[in-house]
T-cell receptor, first 112, second 114 residues
Framework: DQQVKQNSPSLSVQEGRISILNCDYT??????FLWYKKYPAEGPTFLIS?????DKNEDGRFTVFLNKSAKHLSLHIVPSQPGDSAVYFC???????????FGTGTRLQVFP | SAVISQKPSRDICQRGTSLTIQCQVD?????MFWYRQQPGQSLTLIAT?????????ESGFVIDKFPISRPNLTFSTLTVSNMSPEDSSIYLC???????????FGPGTRLTVL
């Protein structure tokens, strides 16, 4: 049972435009959500997180939105840059646990 | 965030052998974890490495296959025992410090089993 789902395996966006990566979850106990970026041959790099008490968190070009009623979160990158081309994973954890459940990832390609 | 290193970065091993992967952090951390990413798949937690006691394994992973050590707050090892081609994966350690709920990952070890 995939508790965290990223239904789009890939996304292609033009440089300067907005990239929107989506993530859905099924476990209502999840209360902390994270986005990681992964380049080939490297470990995942933490990007941004959000607690379930918030519906938005912003850090520079990256904004994460959380819709608890829909069990949906999204990562917005604006403006998109070629260096943003990577695989993006969303992850979730439940209250009082450290265990992260990862989605399957979305490969973002930003073209000039 | 902590600086995390892993050794080896990659290896090619024969079926039936074992490989020990090391994870070193530049500062003391409360939590250390081991993950696996099989080809084309997501990251899956293998176990939580507990300092001074046995690791806590997730469903589907057992100590005999993936023995873990954590002798102190900055170092841990994961051994992949009696390897088969199905063990070909990227193995990653991650850490969580006392001041944050965020896990930071090492660069990973790419294992190929022939």
């Amino acid at each position: 049972d995939q508790q965290v789902k990223q239904n789009s395996p890939s996304l292609s966006v033009q440089e300067g435009r907005i990239s929107i990566l989506n993530c859905d979850y099924t476990n209502s106990m999840f209360d902390y959500f994270l986005w990681y970026k992964k380049y080939p041959a490297e470990g995942p790099t933490f990007l941004i997180s959000i607690s379930s008490i918030k519906d938005k968190n912003e850090d520079g070009r990256f904004t994460v939105f959380l819709n608890k009623s829909a069990k949906h979160l999204s990562l917005h990158i604006v403006p998109s840059q070629p260096g943003d081309s990577a695989v993006y994973f969303c992850a979730a954890s439940a209250r009082n646990t450290d265990k992260l459940i990862f989605g399957t990832g979305t490969r973002l390609q930003v073209f000039p | 965030s902590a600086v995390i290193s892993q050794k080896p970065s990659r290896d090619i091993c024969q079926r039936g052998t074992s490989l020990t992967i090391q994870c070193q952090v530049d500062s003391q951390v409360t939590m250390m974890f081991w993950y696996r990413q099989q080809p084309g798949q997501s990251l899956t937690l293998i176990a939580t490495a507990n300092q001074g006691s046995e690791a806590t394994y997730e469903s589907g992973f057992v100590i005999d296959k993936f023995p873990i050590s954590r002798p102190n707050l900055t170092f841990s090892t994961l051994t992949v025992s009696n390897m088969s081609p199905e063990d070909s994966s990227i193995y990653l350690c991650s850490v969580e410090t006392q001041s944050t709920d965020t896990q930071y990952f090492g660069p990973g070890t790419r294992l190929t089993v022939l």
